[in-house]
T-cell receptor, first 113, second 113 residues
Framework: EAGVVQSPRYKIIEKKQPVAFWCNPI?????LYWYLQNLGQGPELLIR????????DSQLPKDRFSAERLKGVDSTLKIQPAELGDSAVYLC???????????FGQGTRLTVV | AQSVTQPDIHITVSEGASLELRCNYS??????LFWYVQSPGQGLQLLLK??????LVQGIKGFEAEFKRSQSSFNLRKPSVHWSDAAEYFC???????????FGTGTSLTVIP
């Protein structure tokens, strides 16, 4: 069984440019998470989906970040425009709803120059 | 508010020595507790989890952790460390039936020959 798949693995962009990350969760997992991980820090939740509904987006900087999970399966996280401080690893995770274990993808390492 | 504290930023142990990584949490109810490991450039892999019952839980790769309610702790242990255990270790607490996860800042483990 495939795990959580994220792409791209690495992305380098200039500041003020847009960028998008894609996540395909484990089949059947209806909860999907996007986390931000700064260097030397633990993951911090950006947004959590239950199926196609964003049930917790309180930590998502909505002026520049957006996310969607249109069919309740894969998801896209977008930053527009990117800032230097957005350089970090963006992790996607998924779980069964009500299950207490999340499975993580390998992450996308974003560098903004 | 819930929080997770990992007081040791970095630990160095000799191969074959025992290991204990500390984790303290703050949460009003009984939490779900997790330890994840992250190798460089990789996502997070679950080592073990505690939901209820026996306070000593066994995980993969020879790791175990003990939940101590009186100390609000969930320390990770391994009797004999292998060089391949060098990685970043994250403690996490799951709340609200486990669909929300809060991570500590991590402990970086170096294993010397």
């Amino acid at each position: 069984e495939a795990g959580v798949v994220q792409s791209p693995r690495y992305k380098i962009i200039e500041k003020k440019q847009p960028v998008a990350f894609w996540c395909n969760p484990i089949s059947g997992h209806n909860t999907l998470y996007w986390y931000l991980q700064n260097l030397g820090q633990g993951p911090e939740l950006l947004i959590r989906y239950e199926n196609e509904e964003a049930v917790d987006d309180s930590q998502l900087p909505k002026d520049r970040f957006s996310a969607e999970r249109l069919k309740g399966v894969d998801s896209t996280l977008k930053i527009q425009p990117a800032e230097l401080g957005d350089s970090a690893v963006y992790l996607c995770a998924s779980s069964f709803s009500g299950n207490t274990e999340a499975f993580f993808g390998q992450g996308t390492r974003l560098t903004v120059v | 508010a819930q929080s997770v504290t990992q007081p040791d930023i970095h630990i160095t142990v000799s191969e074959g020595a025992s290991l204990e990584l500390r984790c303290n949490y703050s949460y009003g109810a009984t939490p779900y507790l997790f330890w994840y490991v992250q190798s460089p450039g990789q996502g997070l892999q679950l080592l073990l989890k505690y939901f209820s019952g026996d306070t000593l839980v066994q995980g993969i790769k020879g790791f175990e952790a003990e939940f101590k309610r009186s100390q609000s702790s969930f320390n990770l242990r391994k009797p004999s460390v292998h060089w391949s255990d060098a990685a970043e270790y994250f403690c996490a607490v799951g709340v609200n039936t486990g669909n929300q996860f809060y991570f500590g800042t991590g402990t970086s483990l170096t294993v010397i020959p």
